[in-house]
């Protein structure tokens, strides 16, 4: 008989993990709370040469090679303040990464899956479990229906309600900011997108990082000719009014971001802002690593086992990777489904403990979060600390260390803030 595997949350993680597991022989049943998932939904991703290995290992390499594009160079600005004008900092020409829409990929994922294999509209209320299985009770349009298995994988997020009921008293942290999304249709725009390719260089053929007081921007193309574009905000935490921490604003928080913009960006920029259709704003939370994630016949996967910052474009790559690892784990003990969880427990946690702390880290260096921006002077850096806003520094085993090195003498000044002393200020 085959595993049988309840997957909570039907996301990325969740139906990649899916994907995984019925490669492995397993039975698999994926239960998301929302109602449907359409094809507007989400914004760009950056997919890292290892995601790309294991979607090749989920049998998706050709169709996610036709609905992706390389973007293999990564470039970092300086914005003037004064002129509105970019200053280059430093650039990578092996960063390897290919872009797409997440909701194009998720439909691939989806596709992959026999029908009936995703249940929407079905919110989980109740978790129990044995020596010999587990249960799921989810609320749905026709009442409480309940499902059995042999294991559950906890693939829903950073609120997961699996994790607040195995790990008591943990709690999500504000990182202090939160990132505005959208996207543009350059075949709609081609004026536009003859602009942002003069200001942006090497716009489709990488991504660019635009760094101002405070703040950061990136920006770089989708398939479908289509801009994809996010702007890093430092703000007090907004209130959330459910699950999701996506936030839909309205007309005045529109003209405000747009007023904000035009102070801050370039001018194709703040055009780019204006043109898009529906831009939305996430809100940004990661949790400190936890070093256990199998409890039981229950497992955490994703953002629900190690919630992360954007800023390493790590959230939906380690997703995959999760999803990738447990199919190899369960292909490796197939009769032994709980040993099978350790073994991908043992090996995923090292790993994302690292990554997460990286995201955070390198996040509030780009965001001016260990020094006074104001003071601090990007154009004038050494190459080895403009280095430091590069996404090649994940292998970096301990890359606070090496940033608090490199910037001096940091005084800390509050909850995960620093002021940089340097002579210039003495």
């Known amino acids: 008989m085959p595993t049988k595997v309840v997957i909570i949350g ?3 993680g969740g139906v990649s993990t899916a994907v995984a597991l019925q490669k492995a022989g397993c039975d698999v049943t994926v239960l998301e709370r929302a109602a449907s998932i359409v094809a507007t939904t989400g ?5 890292d040469p290892k995601t790309c290995a294991a979607l090749t290992r989920l049998g998706l390499r050709d169709i996610f090679e036709e609905y992706s594009q390389p973007i293999p160079t990564e470039e970092y600005r300086w914005i003037d303040h004064a002129t509105k004008s970019a200053i280059s900092l430093i650039k990578n020409d092996k960063h390897l990464h290919r872009s797409m829409h997440w909701s194009a990929l998720h439909r691939l994922l989806i ?5 009936g294999a995703v249940n929407f509209s079905h919110k989980v209320v109740l978790l129990e479990q044995s020596e010999s299985g587990v249960a799921v009770t989810a609320e749905t349009p026709n009442g409480e229906e309940k499902y059995h298995g042999d294991i559950v994988i906890a693939a829903d997020g950073v609120g997961s309600f699996a994790r607040k009921q195995l790990v008591p008293g943990d709690e999500r ?3 202090g900011m939160v990132a505005w999304r959208g996207v543009c249709d350059g075949n709609a725009h081609p004026e536009l997108l003859a602009e942002l ?4 260089e090497t716009l489709g053929n990488g991504i660019i990082f635009d760094i101002a007081d405070r703040c950061m921007n990136l920006i770089y193309m989708i398939p479908g000719n289509r801009i994809n574009w996010l702007w890093y905000r430092d703000a007090p935490e907004p209130k959330l009014g459910s699950h999701s921490v996506t936030i839909r604003p309205n007309a005045e928080d529109m003209q405000k971001l747009y007023r904000d913009a035009e102070n801050t960006w370039t001018p194709a920029f703040v055009k780019l802002i204006k043109t898009s259709k529906a831009p939305f704003m996430n809100v940004i939370y990661d949790k400190d690593p936890i070093t256990q994630w199998v409890f039981g016949r229950v497992a955490l996967m994703g ?3 190690h919630p992360t910052t954007p800023h390493g474009s790590r959230s939906t790559n380690m997703s995959i990777q999760d999803a990738d690892c447990l199919g190899r784990c369960f292909e490796a003990q197939p009769h032994d489904p709980v040993a099978a969880l350790h073994k991908y427990a043992e090996e995923r946690i090292p790993q994302t403990t690292k990554e997460v702390l990286f995201s955070r880290h390198v996040g509030e260096v ?4 260990w020094f006074d921006p104001v003071k601090f002077d990007w154009p004038s850096q050494t190459p080895e600390i403009k280095s430091l806003l590069l996404n090649d520094k994940q292998t970096e085993p301990d890359y606070k260390k090496c940033a608090t090195e490199l910037l001096g003498n940091v005084q800390t000044i509050g909850k995960g803030q620093s002021a940089l002393a340097t002579d210039r200020e003495q």
Do not use: I, T
Request: no cysteine.
């Open 10 to 12: 039907g996301s990325v």
């Open 43 to 47: 914004a760009g991703l950056g997919l």
């Open 111 to 115: 596709q992959a899956l026999p029908e």
């Open 173 to 175: 942290r504000y990182a």
């Open 197 to 200: 390719k003069e200001d942006f």
């Open 303 to 305: 953002e629900a086992a």
């Open 366 to 369: 780009r965001q001016g979060h």
